[in-house]
């Protein structure tokens, strides 16, 4: 049961994903805008996920059943407010020229990520980020555990922390890009990193 329960979050969760980030150029093809509404959207993703990082612990301390009840619950209604939000009021700009997409196959996607050398290295390099990031994070919650044992305040104290930094880095992207192009933000990430 918790495997399929699971598998079929994730498939959700990445359907809807997929909408929420194919959402953002639909609403402006302005590049300045278009990064302040990225920026927006990391940033109110990762408060959220922080917050309800942060709070998880408190009140699953004792009794974890009911604190994880209580927890998914009020997480539950909260994404339900916020589609329906998205659906009630975000609208679509679509212009009158509208371009006739030509439909691209699975396998149609793979040859042009390997027929584009920076492609395939973007691809490649976004990939490695969320994996060694979710490694880095599991690792980083074991050792917490293992080292300062379960304490729902602890841990929270411990993600405010990860999440100021975070929150923080992402603050200051639309500063950084009126002082450097792209690539040298990039090329900056990966020396910070």
């Known amino acids: 049961f918790f495997g399929v329960a699971y598998l079929l979050w994730g498939m959700r969760y990445t359907i809807n994903d997929i909408s929420w980030w194919s959402m953002i150029p639909s609403l402006t093809s302005e590049a300045k805008p278009r990064d302040q509404l990225m920026t927006l959207v990391v ?3 990762a408060l959220g996920a922080f917050i309800v ?3 998880v612990p408190v009140f699953t301390t004792g009794n974890a059943v009911e604190g994880y009840r209580i927890s998914g619950i009020a997480v539950a209604l909260f994404f339900v407010i916020c589609q ?3 659906l009630l009021f975000v609208k679509e700009n679509r ?4 371009v006739k ?3 691209l196959s699975f396998i149609d996607m793979f040859k042009i ?9 973007s691809v490649t390099s976004v990939f490695l980020f969320y994996l060694l990031s979710a490694i880095i994070n599991s690792l980083g919650m074991t050792f917490f555990y293992f080292e300062f044992g379960y304490a729902g305040d602890a841990m929270s104290t411990f993600i ?11 603050a200051i992207y639309p500063l950084l ?13 990966v020396y910070v990193m």
């Open 43 to 45: 940033l109110f993703a």
């Open 53 to 55: 990082a942060g709070l």
């Open 84 to 86: 329906a939000a998205v």
């Open 95 to 98: 212009d009158a020229d509208e």
């Open 101 to 103: 997409k030509e439909k």
């Open 113 to 121: 990520v390997l027929g584009n050398k920076q492609l395939l290295w």
């Open 160 to 170: 405010l922390f990860y999440a100021i930094g975070i929150i923080l880095g992402t």
């Open 177 to 189: 890009t009126k002082k450097f192009v792209r690539a040298q933000l990039i090329r900056g990430s």
